[in-house]
């Protein structure tokens, strides 16, 4: 399942999902009354995430949350330091649960390797069977996450993921399965850059 990002951008600007755990986000979402300009993606990326893929902190893999799937669409601007996400969870069950100030993640780690959240995003609404957010986040980047006395966003950019994809994965937690229910490895996703022919307000 694959999705356009001429969707995404339409959808950015009809249900914004703003993260509802940290106000501080809301300051960085992308939906302000001003110039409105056309806004171009310098990479695209469409990651599905799957129980199989989740290890814990010790690299062990912890079998997610049997039968649910992620699809995790992000559109990154590297020049202005946004990333737009279109997020969908199947079958997700319980309550959302991490220590970040959401439970849905990009973190930094390799295949196979627990690592840092980088940056956080709404948690997508609905039911069990299907919940879905939308929206655009802009550093500076907080994850609510501390170590060696800083958030694990601070100095955090888009362009450190476009510069090596693979490092990266997506995730999501639930309180039935709190290492992750779903985790997708980023690839090498697409560089061409799309034009969105419709207006973003930035």
Same mark, same amino acid.
């Given at each position: 399942?694959?999705?356009?990002?001429?969707?995404?951008?339409?959808?950015?600007?009809?249900?914004?999902?703003?993260?509802?755990?940290?106000?501080?986000?809301?300051?960085?979402?992308?939906?302000?009354?001003?110039?409105?300009?056309?806004?171009?993606?310098?990479?695209?990326?469409?990651?599905?995430?799957?129980?199989?893929?989740?290890?814990?902190?010790?690299?062990?893999?912890?079998?997610?949350?049997?039968?649910?799937?992620?699809?995790?669409?992000?559109?990154?601007?590297?020049?202005?330091?946004?990333?737009?996400?279109?997020?969908?969870?199947?079958?997700?069950?319980?309550?959302?649960?991490?220590?970040?100030?959401?439970?849905?993640?990009?973190?930094?780690?390799?295949?196979?390797?627990?690592?840092?959240?980088?940056?956080?995003?709404?948690?997508?609404? *609905?039911?069990? @069977?299907?919940?879905?957010?939308? =929206?655009?986040? #802009? !550093?500076?980047?907080?994850?609510?996450? &501390?170590?060696?006395?800083?958030?694990?966003?601070?100095?955090?950019?888009?362009?450190?993921?476009?510069?090596?994809?693979?490092?990266?994965?997506?995730?999501?937690?639930?309180?039935?399965?709190?290492? *992750?229910?779903? @985790?997708?490895?980023?690839?090498? =996703?697409?560089? #061409? !850059?799309?034009?969105?022919?419709?207006? &973003?307000?930035?």
């Amino acid at each position: 399942m694959k999705l356009s990002f001429t969707t995404l951008a339409l959808a950015v600007l009809t249900q914004a999902s703003p993260v509802p755990e940290a106000k501080e986000h809301d300051k960085r979402l992308l939906f302000k009354q001003s110039e409105c300009i056309p806004f171009e993606y310098t990479s695209t990326f469409n990651i599905i995430a799957t129980p199989d893929q989740v290890v814990g902190t010790d690299n062990i893999a912890t079998g997610g949350l049997a039968n649910a799937k992620g699809i995790f669409n992000f559109g990154l601007n590297s020049k202005e330091d946004v990333i737009c996400y279109n997020i969908t969870l199947l079958n997700f069950r319980g309550n959302y649960q991490s220590l970040a100030l959401t439970s849905t993640h990009i973190h930094e780690g390799v295949k196979g390797k627990a690592g840092p959240p980088r940056i956080v995003f709404a948690n997508p609404v *609905g039911d069990d @069977r299907r919940r879905n957010s939308v =929206g655009c986040v #802009k !550093g500076p980047f907080l994850t609510g996450i &501390i170590a060696d006395g800083k958030d694990t966003g601070t100095g955090f950019t888009v362009k450190k993921i476009e510069d090596n994809p693979t490092n990266f994965f997506a995730d999501s937690h639930s309180s039935l399965a709190v290492p *992750g229910a779903v @985790r997708g490895q980023l690839d090498r =996703g697409s560089k #061409k !850059g799309s034009i969105i022919d419709v207006h &973003i307000s930035i």
